[in-house]
């Protein structure tokens, strides 16, 4: 099941944004600051390029990953999977920061095995049982990516880093941000900064403005970006590298990417 | 006698009936005239430099059935430490008030206002309401009280007059 959406989302998201089909991968939640006696959150899950309309096609959820303040996995409820989005139902009760996310990390190969060509796409724990070690013309990719967004119930708690891919590790909370006030983020890949990284980030609200008015921003050293929110909304935050560090053992090649919805409130 | 003499008369023997310092507010929650009126989720803090509650004063929501869900509308005071204040609390938080002029007052002796060190402050009052708008005035005011001081702000949507006064 981790492999059909891997399938989809890394081969749409990931391989093709040069070629201009990608379309863009969001988690939107219904509010991002919930009372401390808890409460019911809904996300819609799509893939489309208006923020944040669902009008392409639904995100595949089955990688979904919830987890409270505490470290604890929160199920989804009322999961369904409609054409144009997915949605689900989080029962958020106890008071933390909820990381909620798709992440995936799968390799992608292709050779020629008689002339013949050969595809191969799947876990990297499974590389060396699927692509023989001699194989002809082989190309090989890794491809690591993270699609998330976060609701804080009560008091915020601290996101921590997971470790593997490319991911942001707020230094101003990402529940925490407000118009015209400046917020830093570090970006790390494989738990190290990620530095002179492109970020760039979009207003939701595309299919209302005639420019996408994208926010572009560089990382330094320590892999930080200060964003100065320019107005209350909704935003959507993408950043993609692509390196020779792939993490598995036979391969070279691969591209790590991140997105984050975020919610920005009027002062 | 009119309500604003009335009123004044009120705050003046709230300010001169103790003997100890006190802080005094008078808020107006307005009159509006609008075809759904809910009475305002109201906050008062006392806010630091560092945009921390130093001190709760007040905080009005609808206690019947549970409406703590919409607290985190009181914006402000939401992200400078409401979301961490376990309601109900004594003392501080109570029902919603009605049009009209409210005076609340504060022994400076006693808490919350026993803790503040001597500083610079602001008095914060942020009104919310139900399809309705937000809006947040702030009042400057040092401590500790050392001469009798007034300081006032004008709310234009959701809060009319507010005028604070610090008794030695």
Known sequence: ?267 | MSRKSRILLAALWYAGAAGAADLTLNVEIPNLPVAEYHRPYVAVWVEDGSQTIAANLAVWYQLRGDHTKWLPDLRQWWRRGGRDVKVPVDGLTGATRPVGQHILKFDAAAEPLAKLKPGKYELVVEAVREVGGREALRIPFEWPIKATARGSAQGKTELGAVALTLNP
């Open chain 1, 1 to 267: 099941m981790k492999l059909s959406f891997l399938r989809v989302a890394l081969l749409s998201l990931s391989l093709a944004p040069a070629a201009g089909f990608a379309a863009r991968a969001w988690i939107l939640p219904s509010q991002t600051i919930v009372a401390r006696s808890g409460g019911w959150v809904t996300f819609d899950a799509a893939n489309s390029d208006d923020l944040f309309s669902f009008n392409q096609g639904a995100m595949q959820v089955d990688a979904l990953s919830v987890t409270g303040g505490d470290g604890a996995a929160v199920a989804p409820q009322n999961l369904a999977k409609g054409k144009t989005r997915s949605s689900f139902d989080l029962d958020l009760r106890a008071s933390g920061t909820y990381r909620v996310a798709v992440a995936g990390d799968v390799v992608m190969a292709r050779w020629e095995e008689d002339g013949k060509p050969k595809r191969w796409r799947g876990a990297p724990t499974e590389v060396a049982a699927n692509i023989p070690a001699n194989a002809a013309k082989l190309e090989v990719e890794q491809m690591q990516r993270r699609v998330e967004t976060f609701v804080t119930v009560g008091t915020p708690t601290e996101v921590k880093g997971v470790g593997t891919g490319l991911e942001l590790v707020p230094a101003r909370h990402p529940n925490d941000l407000y118009a015209g006030e400046p917020a830093r983020f570090r970006f790390l890949l494989d738990g190290k900064p990620a530095k002179d990284l492109a970020v760039e980030i979009i207003a939701g609200g595309t299919r209302y403005r005639d420019a996408p008015a994208a926010l572009e921003l560089k990382t330094d050293a320590d892999g930080m970006v200060t964003i100065t929110w320019p107005a209350p909304g909704l935003y959507w935050l993408d950043a993609e590298i692509q390196d020779e560090k792939a993490t598995v053992p036979g391969v070279k090649k691969r591209t790590a990417g991140y997105n984050a919805t975020l919610e920005v409130l009027p002062q």
